[in-house]
């Protein structure tokens, strides 16, 4: 088990042997501990401090695929998920947040945009083109940060840099 | 004088043993006998996965009802003996279905189609299962309906999610029904829904009426801005 307090959000396929997982949230600033998925279920722990939200993206689309709220368990808190059967961790980006839908007052136009962008730039390196993906993700990420998604934005940015 | 098993539908073994008329299966054969039997047999056998007609379905009831007197000789006649052997064939037809190949615990015969249906999303989900969460989750609902209608799109493409102990609904419960429990459970709606510390009462089935609907109604509104076939 190993907390990684740098990343915004780290996966480790080590996690995919069985052992528990350590992830650590930076704008949550707490780590959380993510059981393996069990035939689409996951347990998140973490400590009682932090959002009270789990919001499951999906990495690389970050399209929002499971949403649970943390619910007291012992000195900490526990959400129950279900994910798509055909996900690994590794698809996952797994955030907690205290707002864990758009504002209304954003307006539903700015978040499709931005996830539409995602979509496309994730289609886009899919097939090699990565520099038309990279272009499209750093259009995804300024639409995240204009619908007030940070956690989304940053997520683009590090597609980024890996592509 | 004795009454004898009907020559057809009844196996001998049911009724080799009742030699004596029973007054319970003396009004019951009037009732099987009766449109009203008939009509409640062809409600029942209009599910295409009960694999009965309504003719086997009657002589199932009669066999079912002929046993129980064997085992209970004693057994009194209930004030209604026309709702008890419909209540009796239902019976029947569940079993059929919870033995049935093709079982799922969310066949009900008794239950008509919702009015509201979800989203029918594929497996995998794909570009429509992206388009379905996106305008569940800009949808304005409240989290707690966002979260049970996204859990309910992810169990309606995958339903070979382990819910292990999760709260379901009774056998034979809707299959929309049996998505929304668990779906409700993990969006933390857990006070309508019975547990261990809970009973399923008035209050709690209410709270739980009002909640399925609203994630009906999330699920419903949609599938109709995205115009997609619903079941």
């Known amino acids: 088990m190993r907390i990684d307090r740098s990343a915004t959000l780290r996966i480790e396929r080590r996690a995919l042997s069985g052992l528990p997982m350590v992830l650590a949230c930076r704008s949550a600033g707490a780590g959380l501990v993510v059981d393996p998925p069990s035939d689409g279920r996951l347990v998140v722990r973490g400590p009682a401090e932090g959002g009270g939200w789990v919001r499951v993206l999906h990495a690389r689309t970050l399209t929002l695929l499971a949403l649970a ?4 368990e012992g ?5 129950d998920i279900l994910v798509p059967l055909d996900l690994d961790l590794v698809d996952l980006r797994i955030d907690r947040t205290d707002r864990p839908l758009p ?6 136009d700015l978040v499709h945009r931005a996830r539409e962008l995602g979509r496309a730039a994730a289609g886009q390196a899919a097939v090699g083109n990565l520099r038309r993906a990279d272009e499209l993700w750093d259009a995804c990420a300024r639409a995240w940060l204009e619908a007030d998604d940070t956690t989304r934005a940053e997520a683009a940015r590090a597609n980024i840099r890996r592509t | 004088m004795p009454i004898r098993a009907p020559a057809e539908g009844v196996p001998l073994s049911a009724t080799s043993v009742i030699e004596v008329p029973h007054p319970l299966l003396t009004e019951a054969e009037a009732w099987l006998r009766s449109a009203d039997a008939y009509r409640c047999a062809r409600r029942h056998s209009g599910n295409a996965d009960l694999g009965l007609n309504p003719d ?3 002589a199932e009831t009669r066999d079912r009802l002929w046993r129980y007197v064997r085992r209970n000789p004693d057994a009194a006649v209930p004030e209604s003996v026309a709702a008890y052997c419909a209540r009796t064939m239902r019976n029947v037809a569940v079993d059929h279905l919870r033995r049935s190949p093709i079982n799922r615990r969310s066949v009900d015969p008794d239950r008509r189609p919702e009015p ?3 989203p029918l999303v594929e497996p995998g989900g794909g570009d429509l299962g992206d388009r ?3 305008l569940i989750e800009t949808s304005g609902a409240e989290p707690a309906v966002v979260a049970a209608a996204l859990a309910y799109v992810t169990l309606a493409g995958h339903p070979d999610v382990d819910l292990g102990a999760l709260p379901a609904p009774r056998a034979g419960a809707h299959e ?5 429990w668990p779906a409700l459970w993990v969006a933390g709606e857990r006070s309508c829904l019975p547990g261990a510390d809970r009973l399923d009462g008035v209050a709690t089935r209410r709270r739980r009426s009002r909640r399925m609907r609203a994630v009906k109604d999330l699920l419903g509104d949609t599938a109709r801005a995205l115009g997609v076939r619903t079941r």
């Open chain 2, 176 to 180: 929309h029904d049996a998505r929304l």
């Open chain 2, 132 to 134: 379905v969460r996106g």
């Open chain 1, 75 to 79: 000195r900490g808190v526990r959400a």
């Open chain 2, 56 to 58: 086997e379905l009657v």
């Open chain 1, 103 to 108: 504002d209304p007052a954003t307006g539903a």
């Open chain 1, 69 to 72: 709220p943390l619910l007291p």
């Open chain 2, 116 to 118: 509201v249906a979800p």
